[in-house]
């Protein structure tokens, strides 16, 4: 079974509009990470937001934020103002150590365009 | 400018060539991973380091071997490589497994 899963393979948004980017996850680990990436097509990878299993407040990092629903295992990424620069793949991700050590494993991403 | 460091940044090589990949970084991260990835995939895990030692092997051929002299650098080694080995290859160090990672710029493997 999958244990990230992006549902959205491409999404448009306008310019200066907000977006969500959906994320579900599945584990049965009381402990573990979600996490977002941002991957434009230069292809570098950049972490954007962090969420701990025992955070109870939504992590905010700037004009990202992450809306988490640990009760539906749902870990979605808002995006506010969207920019240009914004057009890129986005990963999310978590680690857990169901396994005895943390592994972490990566959805198959969403491709973000934005315009102008 | 990436914290973790990679290089080459691009290297064409033969399959009967033997080269090596080199990552460092110096934020006292204790983990440090390994990643293949094709064009519109996601990161595909091949090995994680924990404290210099290999923790996580995710199956990976022979042909492709880690090595992490100490705990700044992490080391990949390849021989015999085949064709469908060319893709991305990205370095990751974080605090600890359950932490962020930092991503190198990856190098651009082709093999001939």
């Known amino acids: 079974a999958q244990k990230i899963t992006q549902t959205q393979p491409g999404m448009f948004v306008q310019e200066k509009e907000a977006v969500t980017l959906d994320c579900t996850y599945d584990?049965?680990?009381?402990?573990?990470?979600l996490f977002w990436y941002k991957q434009p097509s230069s292809g570098e990878m950049i972490f954007l937001i962090y969420?701990?299993?025992?955070?109870?407040q939504n992590a905010t990092e700037g004009r990202y934020s992450l809306n988490f629903q640990k009760a539906r295992k749902s870990a979605n990424l808002v995006i506010s103002a969207s920019q240009l620069g914004d057009s890129a793949m986005y990963f999310c991700?978590?680690?857990?150590?169901?396994?005895?050590?943390?592994?972490?494993?990566f959805g198959r991403g969403t491709s973000l365009i934005v315009h102008p | 400018d990436t914290e973790v460091t990679q290089t080459p940044k691009h290297l064409v090589m033969g399959m009967t060539n033997k080269k090596s990949l080199k990552c460092e970084q110096h934020m006292g991260h204790r983990a440090m991973y390994w990643y293949k990835q094709k064009a519109k995939k996601p990161p595909e895990l091949m090995f994680v380091y924990s404290y210099e030692k290999l923790s996580i092997n995710e199956s990976v051929p022979s042909r492709f071997s880690p090595e992490c002299p100490n705990s700044s650098l992490l080391n990949l080694h390849l021989h015999a490589l085949q064709p469908e080995d060319s893709a991305l290859y990205l370095c990751?160090?974080?605090?600890?497994?359950?932490?962020?990672?930092?991503f190198g710029d990856g190098t651009r493997l082709s093999i001939l």
């Open positions: 584990t049965s680990d009381q402990s573990y990470g």
């Open positions: 969420q701990g299993s025992y955070d109870e």
């Open positions: 990751a160090s974080a605090p600890s497994g359950d932490q962020p990672q930092h």
């Open positions: 991700a978590m680690s857990d150590a169901s396994g005895g050590s943390y592994i972490p494993t």
